[in-house]
């Protein structure tokens, strides 16, 4: 390889080492955290039934000595593998405890806990020494026997009565084997148990990791009879039974009880009625007994029977009533001992229908007053008066005959048979009907004009009717009168302006259409889309499923109108010209816009977009043909752009536009791949003794392959590349798909590692420099220890041969040195 200079710093190349140590070191710090037994299973509890399969696995992530499976089914010898699993087809083994082990710095285990499950053979439900029907109220014991489980200690047993949960109760043995398992319900039955269905459901309770839905099995039902003692209804047989003077009564004497109860009646000492109900009136004695009986007692019910005699009558009327006076009715009571009167009401029509109520009268007459209307006739009235037994809270309530009042009222015309203006067609006649209630019944007339008139409920109209006739109702109590205008009818006619005759309709949209029209009455308006497609309604929804012809129908009381509409579909789509393949970048392509089923419009001009309508691609302005095609080279850029046309039409004869927009044309782009040169040099250093890690990444599509090719048949098949001193000097990446291939050649530039040189250098010109600087700094010292002294300018003294003179008016004392003393 060519030799080259070294180009790292140094401070790099220290990074660069304690990086490694640093990983190191973590590295060492997280393999012995896993130290302790580092396998890891897929379940930690399994649980699966009796004969069934189960697998479960056992992984580590640390390099070992061996690991396996012990157990009695399905073990698995030592192996060098991380991942092993203990499987069994068929478990039939209660008490198995496989554990997983594994030899890593010494050898240790994890122990799979495993339940199996079996349901059991059969649950039954049974009464512990006892058969035949209960008796309500006494205690009896039920058994629940489950037959062959496993395990018992997970089992619990539900009963039921009906969908009832009535209670459940935990196994109390515990046994991994299948055993017999036998629990016990004590129940106290009523009558309302009578025929009830008891069962008991055997479940085991497998915790998370059982089945969704626990494992149960179900007894059958338990059926069981109750008897009971007669009880008998007190609400229809109360203690104290009224009757009319004059009138009979039935009274009935239900019991409920198992066996079915036998009903009698005791009317003296010798006579017996057996039945449930009994006639009574006035002649029956005034003590009663109802006796019900059966295999499981006797119930008797003592009652009295007492006259009652209540009337209602007018006061001082006897003709019938005019609606809106006013009239009094009184309500007479007799004999009512050995009751007292609580309260006396008066009803009319119904129960609900309280006119009024006297609290605690003290008077055996009571008398009301009424102000009837016209709804009142024939209404039937009648008072009551509740009644409270002396010295009880037992009450009976007597009620009078009905009273029907007749009331006579002034007559109503039925306004609805006879509007107050009545439509009639030109050259047509009508009849008209003027119906009235009242009482007496009134009689009709119609009156036309001055001295017209016309005895009759019918009168038949024309358009040669005066404009308004009247209609008279009289009785004896009164007269009523309506007026009518007589108008002319008027045939729909539909707007023709808001409903064209042609309607268009883009596909894949729709599109409101209004049909108005105007007649006398105001018409109904319908679609007609088919023989039985019907729409009522003014607005119409149309798209491409709308029927080509739709007609609108308006339609009055003086006939109907139809216009046909006739709906068309505007059609706009965009494909690529004699290519279904992805694109290549930068070849030529043929886009086809085609337009059908325009008319009656014109194509004002045809639009080419790419992404948004801003990007315009091209235009074509007034074009005369229904197909039209541009060129596109697409680039990479391009890849996943939605193309589409627009074409704006104009309707004939009009000013009125629309626009027609085609669906989103999506294409894609292949092209040959571009390697990223910055990631990749041409020139790559790499350093006697080590290696690198050199990155060729390539953009295209299809994605490229990445491939290096090292020599004639060395070739490496990945994006990175590891190189070193070895490598050769010339590599080649080469970045390949269907679009085309892509190389780039690499110079690898060997480097020397003169780190420990320059270290000694920078050594040595340390040590020069500290010699230099000892010997300049043992000079200064000499120097400076003997002193500062000055010769320049110096002159003798005339008066002391010894001193000096330094210029500056200050003498320097001046020794006379001798030979020897140079010398020393």
């Known amino acids: 390889m060519q030799k080259g200079s070294f180009s790292l710093t140094i401070p790099f190349r220290i990074f660069y080492l304690l990086f490694l140590g640093f990983g190191f070191l973590c590295f060492s710090q997280i393999a012995g955290a896993q130290a302790e037994c580092p396998v890891q299973l897929s379940q930690q509890r399994v649980v699966v039934r009796y004969n069934g399969s189960v697998a479960v696995n056992c992984s580590t992530s640390v390099s070992h000595k061996g690991m396996g499976w012990e157990s009695s089914e399905g073990a698995v010898p030592k192996t060098s593998n991380s991942l092993i699993i203990w499987r069994v087809s068929h478990l039939t083994e209660w008490e198995i405890q496989p554990s997983c082990y594994i030899n890593y710095e010494r050898q240790c285990l994890i122990e799979l806990p495993v339940i199996i499950y079996k349901t059991p053979d059969n649950v039954s439900i049974s009464i512990v020494k006892r058969t035949g029907p209960m008796i309500e ?236 209307d016209r709804a009142d006739n024939g209404s039937q009235f009648w008072c009551e008066a509740k009644l409270e037994a002396e010295g009880t809270q037992r009450t009976s309530t007597m009620k009078s005959d009905n009273l029907s009042i007749t009331v006579h009222f002034k007559p109503i015309i039925n306004e609805t048979k006879l509007p107050s203006v009545v439509p009639v067609f030109r050259g047509y006649s009508e009849e008209i009907v003027c119906e009235a209630e009242g009482n007496p019944k009134p009689t009709i007339i119609w009156i036309l004009g001055t001295n017209y008139t016309v005895n009759n409920e019918t009168l038949t109209i024309s358009e040669s009717t005066p404009e308004y006739v009247s209609c008279v109702a009289e009785n004896s109590v009164g007269k009523t009168t309506r007026k009518v205008k007589v108008f002319i009818q008027v045939k729909p006619i539909i707007n023709e302006t808001k409903l064209p005759s042609v309607v268009p309709v883009f596909r894949g949209y729709s599109k409101e259409i209004v049909c108005e029209a105007e007649g006398n009455p105001k018409p109904t308006i319908s679609w007609i889309l088919g023989t039985n497609d019907i729409v009522y309604n003014e607005v119409l929804t149309i798209s491409e499923s709308t029927p080509e012809n739709v007609s609108c129908v308006a339609e009055n009381s003086a006939g109907k109108t139809t216009r046909q509409v006739k709906v068309f579909i505007q059609d706009i789509s965009i494909r690529t010209v004699n290519h279904t393949e992805p694109m290549i ?240």
């Open 585 to 824: 970048a930068g070849e030529q392509y043929d886009l086809q816009c085609s337009i059908k089923y325009v008319a009656p419009f014109k194509i004002v001009d045809v639009g080419w977009y790419k992404q948004n309508k801003n990007n315009i691609i091209e235009t074509i302005k007034t074009p005369d043909i229904l197909t039209y095609t541009v060129q596109i080279r697409p680039d990479k850029a391009d890849n996943g752009s939605h193309f589409w046309c627009e074409a704006k039409l104009e309707a004939e004869g009009t000013q009125r536009t629309s626009t027609m927009k085609s669906a989103n044309l999506s294409i894609t782009v292949h092209f040959e791949p571009i390697i990223n040169e910055n990631k990749l040099p041409s020139v790559v250093p790499v350093f006697r003794g080590y290696s690198e890690e050199i990155v060729c990444e390539a953009e295209g599509n299809p994605k490229p392959t990445i491939s290096w090719i090292l020599g004639t048949n060395d070739i490496v098949y990945n994006e990175v590349l590891t190189i070193s001193e070895s490598t050769p000097e010339y590599v080649t990446c080469v970045a390949e798909n269907s679009a085309g291939k892509t190389t780039r050649q690499v110079n690898m530039v060997l480097k020397e590692d003169y780190l420990p040189l320059i270290a000694g250098l920078i050594a040595v010109t340390v040590v020069f420099i500290s010699v230099i600087f000892i010997f300049i700094y043992s000079i200064y010292y000499k120097t400076a220890k003997m002193g500062h002294y000055s010769l320049k300018d110096a002159k003798p003294s005339a008066q002391n041969g010894d001193i000096a003179q330094n210029g500056k008016h200050s003498p320097i004392p001046m020794k006379k040195f001798s030979q020897s003393d140079i010398l020393a």
């Open 137 to 372: 109220g006494q205690q009896y014991e039920l058994q629940c026997d489950v037959q062959n489980v496993a395990p018992v200690h997970n089992l619990t047993v539900k009963w039921y009565k009906g969908q009832t949960l009535l209670d459940q109760t935990n196994a109390i043995k515990y046994s991994r084997t299948p055993v017999n398992e036998t629990v016990l319900l004590l129940i106290r039955p009523d009558r309302d148990d009578d025929g009830a269905q008891y069962r008991c459901e055997a479940e085991l309770d497998l915790g998370a990791e059982g089945p969704q839905y626990p494992p149960n099995k179900t007894s059958d039902f338990l059926s069981i009879t109750v008897y009971s003692k007669p009880i008998i209804n007190e609400t229809k047989l109360p203690s104290v039974v009224p009757v009319f003077r004059g009138y009979s009564e039935e009274i009935v004497c239900e019991a409920e009880g198992n066996p079915k109860p036998t009903i009698s009646w005791i009317l003296g000492t010798n006579d017996i009625v057996y039945n449930e109900v009994l006639t009574i009136s006035e002649s029956t004695p005034e003590y009663v007994s109802c006796v019900a009986e059966n295999s499981v007692g006797t119930t008797t019910r003592n009652f009295t029977v007492f006259i009652q005699d209540i009337s209602i009558s007018t006061v001082n009327h006897t003709e019938p009533m005019i609606a809106g006076e006013q009239y009094d009715l009184q309500c007479s009571i007799k004999y009512v001992a050995p009751f007292k009167i609580v309260d006396v009401g008066w009803y009319k029509q119904n129960k609900n229908n309280i006119i009024e109520t006297i609290k605690t009268p003290d008077i055996l007459t009571y008398k009301v007053q009424i102000r009837p």
